[in-house]
């Protein structure tokens, strides 16, 4: 099993910046890809961002590219979403997630999931 923590949520205006972090435990040696994922109240949980742990390879949702980036520690502990030029769109409760079989931008692709951190845009 992997347990996973998101922190770094919050309330900002338009414009901030966040930064989230993921902290994985447990059997992390199983996963290959971590991703984050988010839901607005309404909407269907939606891909943000994938990032490989062997590779460092990334793939984004085309709505983030050039504000977000995703990184990791090698240790396979911990991973960031950093958030510059936040949107009112980008609210919502963001989701980290790890999968043992695959690096990709599907919900079914990942097999855990952390409880999720909020994160409000004014404008």
């Known amino acids: 099993q992997v347990q996973l923590v998101e922190s770094g949520g919050g309330l900002v205006q338009a414009g901030d910046s966040l930064r989230l972090s993921c902290a994985a435990s447990?059997?992390?040696?199983?996963?290959?890809?971590m991703g984050w994922f988010r839901q607005a109240p309404g909407k269907e949980r939606e891909f943000v961002a994938a990032?490989?742990?062997?590779?460092?390879?990334?793939a984004y949702i085309d709505s983030v590219k050039g504000r977000f980036t995703i990184t990791r520690d090698n240790a396979k502990t911990t991973v960031y979403l950093q958030m510059n030029s936040l949107k009112p769109e980008d609210t919502a409760t963001y989701y980290c997630?790890?999968?043992?079989?695959?690096?990709?931008?599907?919900?079914?692709?990942?097999?855990?999931w952390g409880q999720g951190t909020q994160v409000t845009v004014s404008s």
């Open positions: 997630a790890a999968s043992r079989r695959t690096y990709g931008t599907n919900w079914y692709d990942y097999d855990y």
């Open positions: 990032i490989s742990w062997s590779t460092g390879s990334t």
């Open positions: 447990g059997r992390t040696s199983s996963t290959v890809a």
